[in-house]
């Protein structure tokens, strides 16, 4: 039977069409369309093909924020899994105390993130900032609006901070949902801790780090507003990341179409890496080496 | 190997118990023997889990001591138990190969790796898994995992017991009567104390040489499986073990004649002494049915007859009291004029759910004996 005979069934799907066009196609094709032409008003245009995509792919300022960008996610996955796994290790399983310690883990995610920014510019200030002042009266010297190394720390102590959390509760999540036997069966086989967390709890948890994963990724990769309110970008570019210079390009300097561009590649490099590591992560430990 | 003492052991999962209640696993003794298989049974929550939970030190209890081969053991954690078990959903490492899983316990005691093989090798050769070896454990079936967790359990030659929970639950129904055969044949060989926690009765009976018959957290009695279908020492017992289960009647004693109503019907020798309230217990399969009436028999209606295949089981009324009869398959039950006949010796009386031993059962036993 030919399957496109049943022509019913296209009216079915025929909503999802529209709204996934309305909501994504389209506004993804307006991108696309500023990214060909050099868009002077309604009337004026003119379509120059692949230059924009020249010119960004050979801009150094670009290749440089793109870099800082991949070593600043790189890092916070780095610090944030390992961490968010031994926080939900240390949680209490049940009681009171489990709930309490949930709360306050959850915490910063409810804080608005220009808020977040604000707090840990107060908070790192080397004058009246609680952190900034500690280190700064310990004898180093600590100013996030002078020095490139001490704005990286704070942003990524600030990303830590605010992230981390995430990776907790989904490691938490995963840690609850195995089941009370294996650890009984991991006492009775003698299993040290050790043991018990690399054959029972990591392989376990590995759809919920899966997610934890791609999400940290992702968010981490498209960071903008924190280190925005913190530093802007500063000082000079040392924090600089892409999507602050997205923004630079598309709104302080009104570049459109190098903007356009620019976004697209962003778009397919932040789907080729999420790509990546779904891959990866699905194969890890099955011992599936196809 | 190893002999198993419980000393007056209870447990209560509240902080402070106080009342009975309080108890899932209500005060016990028991000595349960080096190289048998016993079968803990029993509905759920009657702390069957509770106790084999004990027993592999997985839960300590909250008074009283477990002994293996006399030491006291009840302080040690599982693992220096050397106690395996099994349980209810196959337990196995997901990442490792079958051969891994066999290996983990030994890798864990530091064991030599050529040591550690000669043991896999023999383990998995007799749980017929040698084709498996080298794959990985995630991808097998459930009875397949479920011997894996078995053989974590048997390539420890120091293993005192092996204790199981409810282990064929998730298998299928034509897999659980292999596996049960392989169990059989492991206690077999290898002479192992094993515990075998169920709520299944065939299970129970087709395991196990000693049955352990649990309900509300305590012992109700410890017998072979003839033991528990010919004399229950317990109402629950008759009830729960067969099927159907004893019928249980409320009965005025007298002079050696339980009364039903008006209906008098004679127990036998050494119950002379009893008179009062008891209740009386008769497994359906010693209930008759006749076309006439004979000696000692009374009239009762049929409320149903159901056809269980292999016999029938026949719902009659006497004097209000329901009652279950077992009949061969060929027999034809006519409708009207039934007579019921108790045999005698196989009249169980109770007290308070208690048996009250009467002369009857040594008569039933010695007559079975001839």
């Known amino acids: 039977m030919n399957k496109w005979e049943n022509n019913k069934a296209w009216f079915m799907v025929i909503p999802v069409f529209l709204v996934v066009a309305v909501s994504a196609i389209l506004p993804l094709m307006t991108v696309v369309n500023y990214s060909v032409q050099d868009i002077f008003g309604p ?47 240390m949680m209490p399983k049940k009681g009171w105390g489990a709930s309490l310690s949930l709360v306050l883990v959850a915490l910063p995610l409810l804080i608005p993130w220009n808020v977040i920014g604000t707090i840990w510019i107060i908070f790192t200030r080397p004058d009246i900032g609680l952190f900034g002042a500690a280190i700064n009266s310990m004898g180093i010297p600590f100013d996030h609006t002078a020095a490139p190394l001490d704005a990286w720390i704070t942003v990524l102590l600030m990303e830590v901070w605010h992230w981390t959390p995430l990776v907790v509760l989904l490691a938490y999540a995963g840690l609850q949902a195995i089941p009370e036997a294996y650890f009984q069966a991991a006492r009775i086989d003698g299993a040290s801790t050790w043991a018990t967390f690399r054959y029972i709890q990591l392989p376990k948890m590995r759809g919920v780090l899966t997610i934890a994963v791609l999400l940290r990724f992702m968010d981490s990769f498209l960071i903008y507003a924190e280190p925005f309110v913190l530093t802007g970008g500063g000082p000079g570019n040392s924090t600089t990341f892409l999507s602050i210079y997205l923004v630079k390009l598309a709104v302080g300097q009104f570049d459109l179409g190098p903007a356009a561009a620019f976004s697209i590649i962003y778009f397919l490099i932040v789907l080729l890496f999420c790509w990546l590591f779904y891959q990866a992560l699905l194969k890890v430990g099955t011992g599936d080496k196809s | 190997m190893a002999r198993i003492d419980l000393k007056s052991l209870a447990h209560s999962y509240l902080s402070n118990p106080d009342a009975e209640d309080d108890y899932a696993l209500r005060k016990m003794d028991h000595v349960w023997e080096d190289g048998s298989a016993y079968a803990l049974l029993g ?138 055969r392989k169990l059989k044949q492991i206690h077999a060989r290898f002479n192992l104390t094993m515990v075998y926690v169920t709520h299944d009765q065939l299970e129970a009976l087709t395991f196990a040489d000693k049955v352990v018959v649990m309900n509300e957290g305590q012992v109700l009695q410890i017998g072979t499986p003839q033991d528990l279908f010919e004399n229950p020492k317990h109402t629950f017992v008759g009830y729960f073990i067969g099927s159907p289960g004893m019928n249980i009647v409320p009965c005025q004693m007298q002079e050696g004649v339980a009364s039903i109503g008006d209906l008098k019907i004679p127990v036998g020798k050494g119950s002379e002494a009893l008179s009062g309230q008891f209740e009386l217990g008769i497994r359906p399969e010693f209930l008759k049915l006749h076309a006439q009436e004979v000696d000692g028999s009374h009239l009762v209606t049929i409320k149903e007859v159901e056809d269980l295949g292999t016999c029938k089981v026949a719902t009659v009324l006497l004097d209000g009291q329901i009652l279950k009869v077992k009949l061969p398959e060929f027999l034809d039950v006519p409708v009207e004029n039934i007579y019921l006949e108790f045999l005698p010796q196989w009249i169980r009386i109770y007290a308070d759910g208690k048996l009250v031993e009467t002369a009857p059962q040594a008569q039933a036993r010695t007559e079975d004996a001839k």
């Open chain 2, 43 to 180: 509905p759920s929550g009657c702390g069957k889990t509770t106790l084999l939970n004990i027993i592999s030190g997985l839960v300590q209890p909250t008074d009283g001591q477990v002994l293996f081969d006399g030491k006291d053991v009840t302080a040690l954690p599982p693992q220096e138990r050397n106690i395996a078990q099994v349980f209810q959903f196959p337990v196995i490492y997901d990442t490792m190969s079958v051969y891994d899983n066999l290996a983990f316990p030994l890798r864990n005691r530091k064991l030599s790796e050529s040591e550690i093989r000669e043991r896999v090798n023999e383990v998995s050769e007799m749980l017929e898994l040698s084709d498996v070896l080298h794959k990985r454990a995630a991808n097998l079936s459930a009875d397949a995992k479920q011997k894996i967790s078995l053989g974590r359990g048997l390539v420890r030659s120091d293993v005192a017991a092996i204790l199981f929970d409810e282990p064929l639950t998730v298998i299928d129904p034509h897999l659980k009567l292999l596996l049960r």
């Open chain 1, 43 to 89: 009337e004026n245009r003119i379509f120059v093909a692949t230059e924009w995509y020249k010119e960004v792919l050979t801009d150094q300022r670009l290749h440089d924020a793109l870099s800082r960008q991949l070593l600043f996610s790189a890092l916070v996955l780095l610090i944030e899994i390992p961490l968010g796994i031994i926080i939900a290790l």
